[in-house]
């Protein structure tokens, strides 16, 4: 670089940025040639002259991107000189220079989630919320990062972000917190090989967080608390083996179904509308027309009681209602949640209408039934083997990654990544096509 230059951006004179361009036009199009380099921003940057900066930045923005020979650009040097005023002045040209990637993959939201620094890191991912998705060489997060670090006021600034963030990537807000490092480890287990009982109590009140997730090792975030023999660490397992209430793991499967169905391209949601609206009428059918038929009664009134009630006997009324009760109840539950996505603006309309073909297909059943008991049985059976279905499913995925676990080596299939290239246009935060991960 001119030496010139140099003293300027130092001393961060204008007026000689100014006389240098006049003396040679091009002086600071053959810094901006150079791959990696200090240009007069970065000098600016670490001394603190933020009116130069910003006449820089009007000048050559691309230099705000640029990398110098230790792999910083300007917004990680006036960070790590704690020139606040620029980091902010900075932003509020380009608020995506938080999403500039430095040495070893850490962006400006690492550094600030390394060092605790609460107040920047809640102006990052205001201004640039998609921040939060970029990742080290390590594959870490900003939540990683803040854990490994035992940054607590940090970790619960960004897990309260978390919970409020932009409806368009809440989605990916369970990908977030169950993502694993290049070591498998979750921040979960992070957590838990630091022994940090408060950030495990914040983690796991989140429905998202998997607690069962296993690492390279084969090992969950308890499995790693139970290996540490030199430090107390039990009120962290008491608090990991605490059980989660029947409400939490309802509310769990709900967001994990909503989560999937994002994921859907509108096609194949259009087309699982329509199957489990035809599952839904041929099940409500049954009720409508019942095999075998009902009594119609005598006429001499002497079996009135049985009148419209089924024909079968009370067994064989089981092992048909309680199938068909359990394909009702599953069609209606997915159905009702493809379309808070697809139609979550007239879910006020919809909902106490699916509400009540839910009660009447109950009623139905009462109506019909051979007994009273009959009818709480079936609908009791329907409801307990639609939730155990879901939790033998959790049951068996944990059996089989422990098993992997045991047979391979390294990542298992179920922990690896697919890199997605977000396209241009996909939003206004993320005008750059950055690379996040996705879950295959």
Known sequence: MDEGLREAAQ?????????????????????????????????????????????MMNLKPSFARKLNQGGFSPIHLALQNEQTEMVVDLLSIDKDLVRVKGKEGYTALHYVAREGNVPLLSLF????????????????????????????????????????TPEDIQFQRRRILNLQDKDGN??????????????????????????????????????VLQGQTLVDNRESQ??????????????????????????????????????FALVLTMTYQAILSPPGGVSQGDAGGSDKDNEGKSVVNPRTFFWFYIPNGVAFFMAWIITMALLRVVAKSIMCFLSPLYMLVCFCYGAAVAIIAPSTTSAFVTLGAGSIIVLLMDRSKTLFRAVVQRGESGAVKGPQLDHQWLVQIWPNGYCSDNPYGHTVLSRL
């Open 186 to 223: 979750t921040i979960l287990h992070i957590a838990a090989s630091n022994n940090q009982p408060q950030m495990i109590k914040l983690l796991i009140k989140r429905k998202e967080v998997n607690r069962n997730k296993i690492n390279q090792n084969g090992l969950t975030a308890l499995d």
């Open 238 to 275: 008491k608090i990991l083996n605490c059980a989660p209430s029947w409400l939490w793991k309802v509310s769990n499967f709900e967001t994990k179904l909503t989560d999937t169905i994002r994921e859907m391209t509108p096609d194949t949601i259009n087309a699982l509308l329509v199957v």
């Open 11 to 55: 001393s961060g004179s204008i007026y000689a940025l100014y006389a240098l361009i006049q003396d040679n036009a091009d002086v600071l199009r053959c810094i901006d040639q150079m791959e990696f380099v200090d240009t007069p921003l970065h000098i600016a940057a670490v001394a603190g002259h933020t009116d130069f900066a910003m006449e």
């Open 125 to 164: 991912l205001d201004r640039c919320p998609y921040c939060i998705l970029d990742l080290t060489i390590r594959n870490e997060t900003a939540l990683h990062i803040a854990a490994k670090n035992n940054r607590l006021e940090a970790f619960k600034a960004i897990l309260q972000w978390i919970q409020r």
